[in-house]
């Protein structure tokens, strides 16, 4: 009241003000009767916090929408201006969301739900907090310390990261991603680690990006638009590739995979991040060779996307034999996270006619194991490769029959008991079956009756009330497919096992 200035440290405020905000609020409800009574009210959810994210939004000049409190004009604060450090100082802002991190974590479900508009004070006041404008002025404080950008960054991810660290309900992450993308966070925080923020910093900041674009294609949209416009961003999200960070690794990796799966339209700008300079160095060629096995699968799974959509990325396996080379080494990877992506990939790359032939041999043999992998996912993957290799068959047709791939198909069919593998396995057969002589193997290996067998064990299940299975169909097709009046034979080369099925 009187202009008295008092410094207090940290360590002197946090636990007088931890204590106030832990005790409930009594506020005074005049409708209960002329006496009134008092009623606990959380503190998130009293007018008094919202009043408190205000005053910091307009000390920190977070838009003109609050600048109208304690009789200011509503143009007195411009959004880019400087803050007024003699109000609130850099170690106040961040004592300010050291207690607003507590009240997150005390209230939860109130904090969250005052995140989900877009225009409210806290989503404006951490879009503030994480602006190139903002961060350049605290750098330029006359602290000088070069732990404040970091740790305000650190502190305002730490809020945004809250929904998905809890069990939030679909509606309310939705509503929180819609609102951090339309303040253009994403993209903030693009700019803030490419240009305000060293190596060691980053991990916290991918790691939000990367959980925002799984919630929403279109912060996708927005990363690679601003990413795609600034040289600075593509030189960190290379160099970021190789960092010492394992975390920081994998989290963009795993982000470049989820743009590689939203639209084909985002390949140029994956190949600007991807493809190294020196042909003998290729980023992809030395990601896939890491001693770690997460980095191993993490671009394994990346690859496979890319291979995904066009043959625009396809062809780089033409120019770069050591990719493909490394990509079918990971097929008899130790690690079993490594071979489910690898035989994802590996499918995808066999789906290409510019892919090597001749280094899609070394497959085959690999591929054929890895039906009997412990992992479903992978021998679904494995099947599904095989049946796409079939489309090489000019090339790999003798090599499929001689490793007895279409065998080990049939036994997986038959008798595997996860009925997603037989599934696979099926349409793996089905798709090979159009090819000259695998028919006759098929006969040869008494397929018509052992799908039979499998078939009429569809048919019980069903008559016993269970759903029909999803292999079942693909079973009925095979069957179809081998009782129907057979051409000749196709010629094949001396050392086949096929022989044609008496008739």
Not at 420 to 436: D, F, K, M, Y
Request: glycine share 6%.
């Amino acid at each position: 009241r009187h202009g008295v200035a008092l410094e207090l440290r940290g360590e002197e405020i946090l636990p007088v003000v931890t204590n106030a905000l832990t005790a409930p609020a009594e506020v005074w409800d005049g409708d209960r009767g002329n006496e009134g009574m008092a009623m606990e009210q959380g503190f998130a959810a009293s007018e008094l916090w919202t009043v408190v994210w205000q005053c910091v939004a307009v000390v920190l000049c977070a838009g003109s929408n609050w600048a109208a409190l304690e009789g200011d004009s509503p143009g007195a604060c411009h959004p880019m201006a400087e803050p007024d450090w003699n109000l609130l100082s850099p170690q106040g802002t961040l004592l300010f969301l050291s207690l607003a991190l507590f009240v997150f974590t005390r209230e939860s479900h109130w904090c969250l739900l005052q995140l989900t508009p877009s225009h409210g004070v806290l989503m404006v006041t951490l879009k503030r907090l994480l602006s190139p404008g903002f961060l350049a002025c605290l750098a330029q404080t006359e602290d000088g310390d070069p732990e404040l950008v970091p740790a305000m960054v650190i502190k305002a991810c730490q809020l945004l990261c809250f929904p998905f660290a809890l069990e939030v309900d679909g509606d309310t992450l939705a509503l929180v991603t819609e609102a951090v993308r339309d303040t253009q966070i994403p993209a903030q925080l693009l700019q803030v680690c490419s240009r305000h923020l060293p190596f060691s910093y980053t991990e916290l900041p991918m790691s939000l990006l990367c959980h925002l674009v799984v919630s929403d294609e279109e912060v996708i949209d927005q990363l690679v638009r601003e990413a795609a416009a600034s040289e600075h961003i593509i030189a960190f999200l290379t160099s970021a590739l190789f960092s010492d960070s394992v975390t920081l690794r994998t989290d963009l990796l795993s982000l470049l995979t989820h743009v590689a799966r939203a639209c084909p339209g985002h390949l140029s700008f994956l190949q600007r991040i991807l493809s190294g300079s020196d042909v003998a160095d290729q980023p992809l060629t030395r990601l896939l060779g890491h001693q770690h096995h997460l980095i191993r699968a993490k671009t394994c799974n990346l690859l496979g996307n890319l291979l995904r959509h066009s043959h625009g990325f396809s062809q780089a396996l033409q120019s770069q034999p050591g990719l493909l080379e490394s990509l079918l080494g990971c097929l008899a990877d130790p690690e079993e996270s490594v071979r489910r992506a690898a035989s994802f990939a590996v499918g995808n790359a066999a789906y290409h006619p510019c892919c090597p032939a001749g280094a899609l041999r070394l497959a085959v043999p690999r591929l054929t194991r890895l039906l009997s992998d412990v992992q479903a996912r992978t021998c679904c993957n494995a099947a599904s490769a095989l049946g796409n290799l079939g489309q090489r068959w000019a090339e790999l047709g003798q090599l499929l029959l001689e490793s007895r791939a279409l065998h080990v198909l049939l036994e997986v069919a038959c008798r595997d008991p996860r009925d997603s593998v037989r599934e696979g396995a099926l349409a793996a057969l089905w798709a090979l079956s159009q090819h000259p002589g695998t028919q006759q193997v098929l006969l040869s290996l008494g397929a018509p009756e052992k799908l039979a067998a499998l078939a009429s064990g569809n048919l019980q299940l069903a008559a016993g009330g269970c759903p029909r299975l999803p292999s079942a169909r693909h079973c009925e097709k095979l069957l179809r497919l081998l009782a129907a009046p057979h051409r000749p034979p196709a010629p094949l080369d001396p050392g086949t096992a096929a022989v044609p099925h008496p008739r």
